[in-house]
């Protein structure tokens, strides 16, 4: 068990709608990135927060949204929701803000779109 | 820009005999670089990292890599294999010089298939 948690853990929802991911890092651990991990995009890297605003961007797509809480916590939302956005979506969390400190994965939320 | 390539989408191997994963990597600079495991239904886990220093660097699990900037690979070995490691493996590596998207580069993932 890595200390991160991540809700919900499967999401099955309609094309056009929007959902909510949650995640909260590790005790003690400032910062937050996100991913998706899809079959034909491999991991990719979306963003990141530290200590509650937006440290690094990826290829995080102009729909989808986040943002990091006083209390450390991430969600990030997503819109306007396409069949392509079906994934598997991962939380990190690290102590600090370099990307060289070891990054503890969460388990991730399954994406569906119908 | 960086990028990283892990060539084979899989490999096979025998309990007991050695494994390696292979990772090659484009950097305009000097590389950081990682591994990480993603067991069945899991996140990922931290394996080792090269930063600086010595070439050989030895991780969890009984895991080394070992670090060749003349060929720029970062290949993942370990001396005898165990069902266990039965996995998906990711290469990852960030460019020294990236001060602005400061973010890890992950490969596509290599599937370890170890047979008992």
């Not at chain 1, 991911?21 to 530290?50: A, H, N, T």
């Not at chain 2, 970062?74 to 602005?100: E, M, N, Q, W």
Request: glycine share 8%; aromatic share 12%.
């Amino acid at each position: 068990d890595s200390g991160v948690t991540q809700t919900p853990k499967h999401l099955i929802t309609a094309t056009g709608q929007r959902v909510t991911l949650r995640c909260s890092p590790r005790s003690g651990d400032l910062s937050v990135y996100w991913y998706q991990q899809s079959l034909d995009q491999g991991l990719q890297f979306l963003i990141q927060y530290y200590n509650g605003e937006e440290r690094a961007k990826g290829n995080i797509l102009e729909r989808f949204s986040a943002q990091q809480f006083p209390d450390l916590h991430s969600e990030l939302n997503l819109s306007s929701l396409e069949l392509g956005d079906s994934a598997l979506y991962f939380c990190a969390s690290s102590v600090t803000a370099g990307s060289l400190n070891e990054q503890f994965f969460g388990p991730g939320t399954r994406l569906t779109v119908l | 820009a960086q990028s990283v390539a892990q060539p084979e989408d899989q490999v096979n191997v025998a309990e007991g005999n050695p494994l390696t994963v292979k990772c090659t990597y484009s950097v305009s600079g000097n590389p950081y670089l990682f591994w990480y495991v993603q067991y069945p239904n899991r996140g990922l886990q931290f394996l080792l990292k090269y930063i600086t220093g010595d070439n050989l660097v030895k991780g969890s699990y009984g895991f080394e890599a070992e670090f060749n900037k003349s060929q720029t690979s970062f290949h993942l070995k370990k001396p005898s294999a165990l069902v266990s490691d039965s996995a998906l493996y990711f290469c990852a590596v960030r460019d020294i010089r990236d001060t602005g998207r400061r973010a890890l580069t992950f490969g596509s993932g290599t599937r370890l298939q170890v047979q008992p």
